[in-house]
């Protein structure tokens, strides 16, 4: 069935997300904080037939779904709820709110209930693959909310992902989602200090890579990022400032819930580090950089 959609955030991720929706006969509304980015990036998306919005003011009002893609917790909150033209203001009841962005599942929760006194409904769909399953349409998103939004969401997103997966309450599909970024990340560490003993007692990093990728301490992470570790090739799939974001999110939520993750504090710190040195738009795996520091003399 054919639905107006709101799109807000069009970046690497969001473009080839409003592609598929376009793709598959939707009628797209989108808003960008950048204006320019109708006459550049997302060009090719108002010339396909999406209407670009200059404000958030009445951005929501002949909307059936809006889906926001933003960088953090803040943006989410003033998008959504907190700035005069926010979406809750406009929304019609019964609007279907969808966020995929990576955020704080606290905030996310009180996100959700000021959208249930409103009658709006809400989704936080989180998603995983980066960039190229954006545009191969092969997301996998994790979603909290109601059983009955959650249902109306995956209809839509279907669009461009391939698993999607209702985890619990709103709320719970951020949980999932910094999970998996928990996972992401110390992984990323744990080959970096793989392939950095590797090279400390004298083997060939490659040789070691390829007599391990295939084992069980080998994953997909390794193989995609090891070969950039050895190569020193750190331009950006991932960038680094992303899994910065999301590990110091993950902390600071297990923190607040009384929780110490040591390999987390530690890849977090490390992430922060890599930001402070001006490497925010490298690679995730940039990170093994981090641990010339720490050679001993």
Same mark, same amino acid.
């Given at each position: =069935?054919?639905?107006?959609?709101?799109?807000?955030?069009?970046?690497?991720? #969001?473009?080839? =997300? @409003?592609?598929?929706?376009?793709?598959? #006969?939707?009628?797209?509304?989108?808003?960008?904080?950048?204006? *320019?980015?109708?006459?550049? %990036?997302?060009?090719?998306? @108002? %010339?396909?037939?999406?209407?670009?919005?200059?404000?958030?003011?009445?951005?929501?009002?002949?909307?059936?779904?809006i889906i926001t893609n933003v960088l953090g917790t803040a943006d989410v909150q003033s998008v959504l709820i907190d700035h005069a033209d926010a979406i809750i203001h406009s929304a019609s009841p019964d609007t279907l709110v969808i966020d995929h962005s990576t955020i704080d599942p606290i905030a996310t929760q009180a996100i959700a209930r000021q959208f249930a006194q409103a009658r709006v409904q809400f989704v936080d769909a989180p998603v995983s693959g980066g960039v190229w399953a954006a545009e191969a349409g092969e997301l996998v998103s994790m979603l909290g909310g109601t059983t009955a939004a959650c249902e109306h969401a995956v209809s839509i997103i279907s669009a461009y992902t391939k698993a999607q997966t209702r985890v619990g309450d709103a709320g719970h599909?951020?949980?999932?989602?910094?999970?998996?970024?928990?996972?992401?990340? @110390?992984?990323?560490?744990? +080959?970096? %200090?793989?392939?950095?003993?590797?090279?400390? &007692?004298?083997?060939?990093?490659?040789? +070691?890579? *390829?007599?391990?990728?295939?084992? &069980?301490?080998?994953?997909? &992470? =390794?193989?995609?990022?090891?070969?950039? &570790?050895?190569? *020193?090739?750190?331009?950006a799939g991932i960038a680094a400032r992303l899994h910065a974001k999301d590990a110091a999110i993950a902390d600071e939520a297990a923190t607040h819930a009384g929780q110490t993750l040591p390999c987390l504090?530690?890849?977090?710190?490390?992430?922060? %580090?890599?930001?402070?040195?001006?490497?925010?738009?490298?690679?995730t795996s940039k990170l093994i950089t981090r641990l010339a520091s720490r050679s001993v003399a």
């Amino acid at each position: =069935m054919t639905q107006t959609i709101g799109f807000i955030g069009l970046g690497t991720m #969001g473009r080839p =997300m @409003v592609q598929h929706l376009i793709n598959r #006969g939707h009628r797209l509304k989108l808003y960008a904080r950048r204006p *320019e980015a109708f006459q550049q %990036e997302a060009r090719h998306l @108002v %010339e396909q037939g999406a209407l670009a919005v200059s404000t958030l003011a009445d951005f929501a009002t002949d909307c059936d779904v809006i889906i926001t893609n933003v960088l953090g917790t803040a943006d989410v909150q003033s998008v959504l709820i907190d700035h005069a033209d926010a979406i809750i203001h406009s929304a019609s009841p019964d609007t279907l709110v969808i966020d995929h962005s990576t955020i704080d599942p606290i905030a996310t929760q009180a996100i959700a209930r000021q959208f249930a006194q409103a009658r709006v409904q809400f989704v936080d769909a989180p998603v995983s693959g980066g960039v190229w399953a954006a545009e191969a349409g092969e997301l996998v998103s994790m979603l909290g909310g109601t059983t009955a939004a959650c249902e109306h969401a995956v209809s839509i997103i279907s669009a461009y992902t391939k698993a999607q997966t209702r985890v619990g309450d709103a709320g719970h599909g951020q949980i999932a989602k910094l999970a998996n970024q928990i996972a992401q990340t @110390v992984t990323i560490q744990g +080959v970096a %200090e793989s392939l950095t003993f590797a090279r400390t &007692m004298g083997a060939d990093p490659q040789a +070691v890579f *390829e007599a391990i990728k295939d084992g &069980m301490g080998g994953s997909p &992470m =390794m193989s995609l990022l090891a070969p950039k &570790m050895i190569a *020193e090739d750190y331009q950006a799939g991932i960038a680094a400032r992303l899994h910065a974001k999301d590990a110091a999110i993950a902390d600071e939520a297990a923190t607040h819930a009384g929780q110490t993750l040591p390999c987390l504090q530690q890849v977090s710190a490390l992430y922060a %580090e890599l930001l402070a040195a001006g490497d925010g738009d490298a690679d995730t795996s940039k990170l093994i950089t981090r641990l010339a520091s720490r050679s001993v003399a």
